[in-house]
């Protein structure tokens, strides 16, 4: 860009884009910690979020006649900075307030609620994008969409960098907003006094004082997390790398929650028995155990009533045992061994041998989660195993009184597990307890601990009953469906089952939506042109890599909440050079080049299965696993980026028109990839296929360019 005015613009535009990518993961964070989100929650802001910015974009269009007025970018930039923090006081108030307390929220209600919430931030983000690139166009005297499209993604990236990996582990939410909003208020007052706009200055100046005070006081987060825990005192809060964790006290007892799920309670004794005793009661003499999860609970003062030499309690987050530590003992005693980070990378590296195994975390309601039910972890478990050693891990309630999706999951989970150990026993308690060996299990359970001595408040024959037991035990062993599929890491069924389990809460069903939206999509891309329809198919698989890297990623080495900013942060600076470096890249842009670099991508979604299968067998340091991921999204972006900038030259059609079409349908493909992708194909299908579909999806919009090449040989 040669004129100055175009410069000024250029960073305006940087900044908007730091702003989005920015406030996106903040309020991805806050949707999971409010609406105690798992993956299909995500793909619904997701797919919100862009579907919102594309429809911003064609907005866009009547965005002209503001040009002249000198005031409105830098209004414009401020108000952009000033609705992330109303958005998060929205979410947080609406959670208690419009939605009953305590209760789950369903998937119509989420997406109401996103909607609601992110819509002032997204179309103003969309509009602007039009906006700037009609501006910066008239400017400069010739189309620059391709440029601001770059300038946006590497502010993006630069979002990601400062924002998402640095300040959000320091700060708090809120401060972290009032930072990006003095960025943006900085820009705004700059671009105010360069259009000597005096009364834009003043509003900047005010609204820069009031970020100031916010930001030193610290006064808004305390105040509007109260919201989320109606009737209870917060004596910590924390967000942590990992999501949020919450302490609350109420009537004497303390409630520890993470992303505003209850972990557990002191003085919860049931959970803490059952899910020690009904395991370490099978074998005489347990030495050494392994604990994964929810060792600050009170499961830690359970075990060491068996004399045990040692526990390892591995926690991958820090935070978590640094709140036991403050607040309970239950990591006091010597033989506790904490160890921080992934269990499944524990057990792929320790060289310690183990009697008994406690899985001690919640249903598989997410690919995080499920990674610990699956195949693979279950044989990488019985190898730190001693003989005749135990594995628990626990699943639902009672399967008599679920319905066919409960029954499937258990009937997964136990298939999986036989599959690797001679024996499993079903125990039902408020859960129910899937124990695993080689050698023999009892379901005698009161009987084993008036024979061993073992002190308990719940767990004997005052409250249990050995016949009834064995009895539920009987007829939810025998619901089991012996032909379940077995659950894997990149075929994560158990995790689909539980999205169904939990979806029939609600009576919804995703499919027929996921359909109709489809159609309603195929009906919107007949109005457009071809390589609008490429931009389509470039959008749905640039976002479908995206997401398979992020899961891939989390099924591998279990920290998404880390590496989310990461992939992105990458994936918005391949886009930005991809389009800044298309001119030299590409020595004659057109229609054949456009078509090339759609099999390209679509090449990358094929290989994508067999790089993934290499790094699960071949790769096992998380370092080198997250290069390789980071590496393929940088790719990827660069050939969608250059692949944007060629679609600009191609398209014809006034700048306004093509930037608001291109911009907008790109956003659309990677909202309704994100939303398949996430919510569904994934669960259903598995990694490898949503990889090969993407690949398909992405050659399918190269075939059709290709089918019409002739109409723009004369454009490229």
Known sequence: ?????????????????????????????????????????????????????????????????????????????????????????????????????????????????????????????????????????????????????????????????????????????????????????????????????????VGVLTVMGAAIVGLITNGADPWTRSFLFPGQKIVYFKDTPYGNLTVTRQGGEACFFENSILMFSTNDVTPNEESVHYCMLQRPSPRRVLLVGGGISGTTTEILKYGVQGVDYVEINPWITGIGRKFTRALDDSRISVVGGDARMYVRSTGNRYDAALINLPDPATAQLNRFYTLEFFRELKRVMNDSAVVSISLLQAAEYQGNEARRLNSILYMTLQRVFAHVLIVPGERNYFLASDGALDIGITGLVEKRAVSTLYVNRFYLDDRLIAQRSREVTSMIDTSSVLNRDFTPVCYYRQLGYWLSYFGFNPGPWLLAAGFALLLLLGRFSAVGAGMFAGGFAASSVEIVLLISFQVLCGSLFQMTGIVITAFMGGIGAGTLLAGRIVRRPGINSFIILQFGVSVICLLLPAVLLWL?????????????????????????????????????????????????????????????????????????????????????????????????????
Not at 47 to 74: D, E, I, K
Not at 99 to 109: D, E, K, P, R, Y
Not at 660 to 680: C, N, R, T
Not at 682 to 696: D, H, K, Q
Request: with cysteine; hydrophobic share 55%; net charge positive.
């Open 1 to 201: 860009m040669e004129n100055r005015k175009a410069k000024e613009l250029a960073v305006a535009v940087a900044v908007l884009g730091m702003t989005s990518l920015a406030t996106q993961i903040i309020l991805l964070r806050e949707f999971v910690s409010v609406f105690q989100g798992n993956e299909l929650v995500i793909g619904v802001v997701l797919a919100v979020w862009m579907m919102l910015t594309g429809a911003g974009a064609f907005l866009g269009r009547l965005s002209a006649p503001l040009s002249p007025r000198r005031s409105f970018p830098a209004a414009a930039l401020a108000c952009s900075g000033t609705l992330p923090p109303l958005a998060v006081l929205l979410l947080r108030t609406m959670r208690n307030f419009i939605f009953t307390a305590g209760s789950m929220v369903g998937i119509l209600q989420a997406l109401a609620a996103s909607l609601v919430v992110l819509a002032p931030f997204c179309l103003l983000s969309g509009f602007l994008f039009t906006f700037f690139v009609h501006l910066i166009s008239s400017i400069e005297g010739e189309n620059r969409t391709a440029s601001v499209y770059a300038w946006e993604s590497l502010g993006s990236a630069a979002g990601g960098v400062v924002f998402t990996l640095t300040l959000t582990t320091f700060l708090e939410t809120f401060q972290t907003l009032f930072v990006l909003l003095l960025v943006d208020l900085a820009v705004a007052l700059f671009l105010a006094w360069t259009s000597r706009a005096a009364a834009a200055a």
């Open 616 to 716: 699960q067998t071949m790769i096992s340091h998380p370092l080198l696993i997250q290069c390789v991921i980071t590496a393929i999204a940088f790719g990827a972006a660069v050939l969608t980026g250059i692949e944007f900038a060629i679609a600009t030259r191609v398209r014809r059609g006034g700048t306004t028109e093509v930037a608001s079409e291109l911009y907008g349908l790109d956003l659309f493909g990677a909202a309704f990839g994100a939303l398949l992708i996430s919510v569904y194909a994934i669960p259903l299908f598995g990694l490898i296929s949503v990889s090969l579909l993407a690949g398909v999806v992405s050659a399918g919009g190269g075939v059709l360019c290709l089918l019409v090449r002739r109409r723009y040989l004369t454009n490229g």
